[in-house]
């Protein structure tokens, strides 16, 4: 929902501001700027199995170093 937000005020705040509107480009700039920390900041980690873990099940998790 926050992001649906960010993307439409980023999209009109940009394309009203280049019409001439210096408030609405304000608008824009501050509102894509949002967007780009959101998605540097976002810590994805990637998924490679998931199941239930029953009573008496047994698993190992082998991680690798990082590049």
Same mark, same amino acid.
């Given at each position: 929902?926050?992001?649906?937000?960010? !993307?439409?005020?980023?999209?009109?705040?940009?394309?009203?501001?280049?019409?001439?509107?210096?408030?609405?480009? %304000?608008?824009? /700039? $501050?509102?894509?700027?949002?967007?780009?920390?959101? !998605?540097?900041?976002?810590?994805?980690?990637?998924?490679?199995?998931?199941?239930?873990?029953?009573?008496?099940? %047994?698993?190992? /998790? $082998?991680?690798?170093?990082?590049?």
């Amino acid at each position: 929902m926050y992001g649906v937000l960010l !993307r439409r005020l980023t999209r009109s705040g940009l394309r009203k501001g280049m019409a001439g509107s210096t408030p609405w480009l %304000v608008v824009g /700039i $501050v509102a894509g700027g949002l967007r780009l920390i959101q !998605r540097i900041a976002r810590h994805d980690e990637e998924i490679l199995y998931r199941t239930a873990v029953k009573a008496g099940d %047994v698993f190992e /998790i $082998v991680t690798l170093p990082k590049r």
